[in-house]
């Protein structure tokens, strides 16, 4: 069974960090488009930040580059997403997503992704 399990989020002040990650189990990220989506109270769900199947390439939506890094270990099937200098607007629910059809991700476009995380809360308050 192919699944995606996350962990990781939580409660933070602004300016602080967290690090989610996403274990997958039943097949391997190296061959497929794997990205970071996250939902505000409200909002539609949004890319976060993604990783090409076709040649390893990391790409960020704008609101995040600079402060979020997101990497792979193929070894342990698992996905990270390292969150620094975080702001209140980046509260929300995190998903981890694996797309077996697509080899690019960088337009973020949530139906194009058929494994999804269970997702992780993270909120930023002081």
């Known amino acids: 069974q192919l699944q995606l399990v996350e962990s990781g989020g939580g409660l933070v002040q602004p300016g602080g960090s967290l690090r989610l990650s996403c274990a997958a189990s039943?097949?391997?990220?190296?061959?497929?488009?794997i990205a970071w989506f996250r939902q505000a109270p409200g909002k539609e769900r949004e890319g976060v930040s993604c990783i090409n199947r076709s040649d390893g390439s990391t790409y960020y939506t704008d609101s995040v580059q600079g402060r979020f890094t997101m990497s792979k270990d193929d070894a342990k099937a698992t996905m990270y997403l390292q969150m620094d200098g975080l702001k209140p607007e980046d509260t929300g629910v995190y998903y981890c997503?694996?797309?077996?059809?697509?080899?690019?991700?960088?337009?973020?476009?949530?139906?194009?992704?058929?494994?999804w995380g269970q997702g992780t809360q993270v909120a930023v308050s002081s």
């Open positions: 039943g097949f391997t990220l190296d061959r497929y488009s």
């Open positions: 997503a694996v797309t077996t059809g697509y080899s690019y991700c960088e337009a973020f476009v949530p139906y194009e992704y058929n494994y």
